[in-house]
């Protein structure tokens, strides 16, 4: 959405999606649909892909907004604009992300004239038309990802509420102007959130995909392969990531629990796994971890990190024998990439030396926290040694 005039509505935030769910409806249930033009060229960013279509986390930059859109439940209709040579494109993004209520028109050689296609989908009312006339239309750019539903709400009620102050002429931008010449429609002009930035060069690329890794890093999940013990060297590095990760949601547990409650820690939001395996040099609590995560399709928006974490203790299991279990990582990682699950391994030092100890936990904390935050991809199967 612009940042600015009624029945104009800037982007929302990409957080990963409980659809629906937020802020009420609009009084008296508003109808209400969304354009998103989405036919430009990008020619600033200066790659050949049209900036929307262009990857942040390996999906496409428009996907953040339709998924940002589509989650507030009161838009009954998104209407996207995009040119010709890019309509299957677009069918493709809709099929593969799961994306609700989208309907495509052609877009046109401007912005204006984007805009205005969609708008003629949704005032046509043809029988044929799975689209129905709403009362108000949120104008939101395809490469403007960051919106909440708050300011959504702010734009669509004020929309219907308000009249055009002499401020808002005085102060507002063109549109407000256009909109009273041509239209004879009083605007309002809404003041947007600093989220609501356009996607105009490279760097607003990487800046959208570090916004989009700190909000997927902010809940994690413990799964510990013995029962609760506070003594247990589990708890000690549970206890090391919580002071590393301040305000960080950490929920921990036995994957007996875990799997239990893993579709409440799904709809929490959780796209970071961390796999305590005391007990054995096996991959076995990994495995079901992962297949639990293979079926709950939790890594079709956003890539899924599960870090397999052992402890070297040279007492207890021969070091080769270790090893050579511990290198199966590569196979199992290779399989689980291809659904966007991210595993990587980290062997952590398990000397008797009660400092040592503290300062191995310590190491792979850190190693474990910058394995969340990042998620690159090099990392994929390796492991790692604190
Ligand atoms: N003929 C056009 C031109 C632009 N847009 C859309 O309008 C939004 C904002 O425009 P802008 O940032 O200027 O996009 P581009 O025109 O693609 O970029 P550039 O100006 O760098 O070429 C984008 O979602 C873009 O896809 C559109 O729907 N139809
Ligand atoms: O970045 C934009 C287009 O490139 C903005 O979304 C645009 O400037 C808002 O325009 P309008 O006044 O037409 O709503």
């Known amino acids: 959405m612009d940042p600015g005039p009624a029945g104009a509505a800037g982007p929302a935030e990409p957080g990963p999606g409980v659809r629906g769910a937020g802020p009420a409806a609009p009084a008296s249930s508003l109808a209400v649909a969304a354009v998103l033009p989405a036919g430009g060229s990008g020619e600033r960013m200066g790659v050949p892909t049209p900036k929307q279509f262009c990857r942040v986390l390996e999906r496409p930059l428009i996907s953040y907004t339709l998924q940002a859109l589509e989650r507030v439940c009161w838009i009954k209709d998104i209407v996207v604009s995009v040119t010709r040579e890019n309509m299957e494109v677009m069918k493709d993004i809709i099929q593969k992300y799961q994306h609700e209520r989208v309907s495509l028109v052609e877009a046109g050689v401007t912005r204006h004239r984007s805009i205005f296609n969609g708008l003629k989908a949704l005032a046509e009312d043809q029988p044929d038309s799975k689209l129905s006339k709403p009362e108000v239309v949120i104008i939101h750019d395809a490469v403007r990802p960051f919106v909440e539903e708050d300011m959504l709400l702010k734009v669509a009620t004020a929309a219907k509420e308000h009249g055009c102050s002499d401020y808002d002429l005085e102060f507002g931008t063109e549109c407000l102007q256009l909109a009273l010449k041509y239209c004879h429609v009083k605007a309002k002009l809404v003041e947007g959130s600093p989220d609501l930035w356009k996607v105009t060069y490279k760097r607003d690329l990487y800046a959208a995909e570090s916004i989009i890794k700190e ?172």
Not at 224 to 237: A, P, R, S
Not at 315 to 339: C, G, P, T, W, Y
Request: net charge negative.
């Open 215 to 386: 909000r997927i890093s902010q809940h994690i999940c413990i799964v510990m392969d013995t029962k609760e013990d506070e003594e247990h060297v589990g708890h000690h590095l549970e206890e090391m990531l919580k002071n590393e990760l301040n305000h960080v949601k950490v929920t921990s547990g036995p994957l007996c629990h875990a799997g239990r409650d893993l579709q409440q820690i799904i709809l929490e939001q959780c796209y970071s796994f961390v796999c305590v395996n005391v007990m054995t040099s096996e991959f076995e609590e990994t495995k079901k971890l992962v297949n639990m995560l293979k079926e709950s399709h939790l890594s079709v928006l956003y890539p899924v990190i599960v870090i397999s974490v052992h402890f070297l203790d040279y007492k207890s299991v021969h070091f080769d024998h270790k090893m050579e279990n511990l290198m199966q990582i590569r196979e199992l990682a290779k399989e689980v990439k291809e659904r966007n699950i991210l595993l990587c391994g980290l062997l952590i030092y398990y000397p008797q030396d009660e400092r040592k100890l503290q300062d191995s936990l310590r190491q792979g904390a850190t190693v474990i926290t910058t394995l969340i935050k990042e998620r690159n991809s090099a990392f994929i199967g390796q492991l790692l040694v604190a």
